[in-house]
Structure formats: structure tokens, C-alpha cells
């Protein structure tokens, strides 16, 4: 009887997690959301062809244009960019990106965002992204030009190994 108990206790945890009822769209899967917390902003030094386009508060989206994740969350990153005019919004493509399939990507989705494909994995390794899509706020730092600020990131996939 004990045996039973356990194997069906076992069971329903399994189904109760693993269920897709358990998740709607436009929420992290449970125990894979990481942010920094808001007063643990840190200062760091970006790629040049990223770091002189951050003239104000910019939210840069790391993905793949064949991440599955990415092409589900780019309507919601599209409307997020309209409701806030005041924000700059910045798309890095993963170094094994090809630039076909970035204008694939850009047209099916209408992305209205620049697009830079990071060819050298630059922001990659600076930021260890090691999954997509990740997305990172920045804001110019005011007191060292050749650096910016982190102020916040999502890393949905990443299960707590970050670079930051």
C-alpha cells in the first residue's frame, strides 16, 4: 500500500509540473526565470558596434532566428516597443546566425528593430548567453562614457548560469 502511495504521489508531481496547464504564454516555465535584482545594476564595457548605439535606455533582445522561443516572443517585443517610444530596442543575432535568415525572420515577424548580427560572438562571450532569447536593459553610464549600465536582464533559459 505504502509502495502505491509513493508511486502515485511520484506521478501526480511529474504530471502537476511537467503539464503545459501549468504555463501560459508570455510567463517563464517555473524555476527557469533569472533577473538581477533592480539595485544590483552593474557597469560594463560592450562590444564597440553595440556600446555606441546605447544613447539611452535601450533593451537589447540576444536570439536566433530559428529559436522557437524567439519567434513566439517577437509579437510581444514588437508591441512592447510601440508602448514605450521612449525606450530604444536593439536585436543581436547570434553569431551562427545566416543573413538570409535574418531577413526571413525580420519580414515574417515584422521587426522594426535594427538588427546586428554579432559575427564574432563578441556579445555572446561578454555576456555568456549561452540560450536564447535573453534580453538585457542597458543605460548609458554617466560616469565612465566607455562603459554602460546593466540595469536589469531576463535570461528565461539560462537555469541560473549567467555571466553577470
Given at each position: 500500500?505504502?509502495?502505491?502511495?509513493v508511486?502515485?504521489?511520484?506521478?501526480?508531481?511529474?504530471?502537476?509540473?511537467?503539464?503545459p496547464?501549468m504555463?501560459?504564454?508570455?510567463?517563464?516555465a517555473?524555476?527557469?526565470?533569472?533577473t538581477?535584482?533592480k539595485?544590483?545594476?552593474?557597469?560594463?564595457?560592450?562590444?564597440?558596434?553595440?556600446?555606441?548605439?546605447?544613447?539611452?535606455q535601450?533593451?537589447?533582445?540576444?536570439?536566433?532566428?530559428?529559436?522557437?522561443h524567439?519567434?513566439?516572443?517577437?509579437?510581444?517585443?514588437?508591441?512592447l516597443?510601440?508602448d514605450?517610444?521612449?525606450?530604444?530596442f536593439?536585436?543581436?543575432?547570434?553569431?551562427?546566425?545566416?543573413?538570409?535568415?535574418l531577413?526571413?525572420?525580420?519580414?515574417a515577424?515584422?521587426?522594426?528593430?535594427?538588427?546586428?548580427?554579432?559575427?564574432?560572438?563578441?556579445f555572446a562571450?561578454?555576456m555568456g548567453?549561452?540560450?536564447?532569447?535573453?534580453?538585457?536593459?542597458?543605460?548609458?553610464?554617466?560616469?565612465?562614457?566607455?562603459?554602460v549600465?546593466?540595469?536589469?536582464?531576463?535570461?528565461?533559459?539560462?537555469?541560473?548560469?549567467?555571466?553577470?
Amino acid at each position: 500500500m505504502m509502495r502505491w502511495l509513493v508511486s502515485l504521489l511520484l506521478l501526480f508531481s511529474f504530471v502537476v509540473y511537467a503539464s503545459p496547464s501549468m504555463w501560459t504564454s508570455g510567463t517563464a516555465a517555473i524555476g527557469t526565470q533569472v533577473t538581477l535584482e533592480k539595485n544590483s545594476a552593474v557597469a560594463i564595457e560592450l562590444p564597440e558596434y553595440l556600446a555606441k548605439k546605447i544613447k539611452k535606455q535601450t533593451m537589447v533582445l540576444y536570439f536566433s532566428p530559428t529559436c522557437p522561443h524567439c519567434q513566439a516572443v517577437m509579437p510581444e517585443l514588437n508591441q512592447l516597443a510601440e508602448d514605450l517610444p521612449d525606450v530604444d530596442f536593439i536585436a543581436i543575432a547570434s553569431s551562427t546566425s545566416q543573413k538570409e535568415l535574418l531577413k526571413a525572420f525580420k519580414e515574417a515577424y515584422s521587426v522594426k528593430m535594427p538588427i546586428i548580427l554579432d559575427t564574432e560572438a563578441e556579445f555572446a562571450q561578454m555576456m555568456g548567453a549561452r540560450a536564447t532569447p535573453n534580453l538585457y536593459i542597458f543605460e548609458p553610464n554617466p560616469l565612465n562614457e566607455d562603459k554602460v549600465v546593466l540595469i536589469d536582464a531576463y535570461l528565461p533559459y539560462s537555469r541560473g548560469l549567467s555571466g553577470i
